[in-house]
């Protein structure tokens, strides 16, 4: 099991920056080499849990097109954390943001049915 825990949310302005970080722990024999999918998701009220961004254990890394640009997925190996740096927010992305975790990696990585274990979520608000 993983246990995955999100913190960094809060209220912005638009056009400010905010850090969500996402601690993972549990059965991991090593996050580096058995987690290979590491994705943030958001959710808006009343809308779909969508992708946001996805990293890979080597390091590749994927973005929906609306944060391409604006916001960074990072993975600290020796923290067993990733991180997800959003920057120029707008109030189009505000939400409840969701750190997602699989041991495999699969190509239809945008899809929440690809990821096994995921946080509680932690809300991020940007006002205009």
């Known amino acids: 099991q993983v246990q995955l825990v999100e913190s960094g949310g809060g209220l912005v302005q638009a056009g400010g920056s905010l850090r969500l970080s996402c601690a993972a722990s549990g059965s991991i024999f090593s996050f580096r080499f058995s987690i290979n999918a590491m994705a943030w998701f958001r959710q808006a009220p009343g809308k779909e849990r969508e992708f946001v961004a996805a990293?890979?254990?080597?390091?590749?890394?994927y973005y929906t097109d609306s944060v391409k640009g604006r916001f960074t997925i990072s993975r600290d190996n020796g923290k067993n954390t990733v991180y997800l740096q959003m920057n120029s927010l707008k109030p189009e992305d505000t939400a409840a943001y969701y750190c997602?975790?699989?041991?495999?990696?699969?190509?239809?990585?945008?899809?929440?049915?690809?990821?096994?274990?995921w946080g509680q979520g932690t809300q991020v608000t940007v006002s205009s």
């Open positions: 997602a975790a699989s041991y495999a990696w699969y190509s239809s990585y945008q899809s929440r049915r690809s990821y096994n274990y």
């Open positions: 990293i890979r254990s080597g390091g590749p890394t």
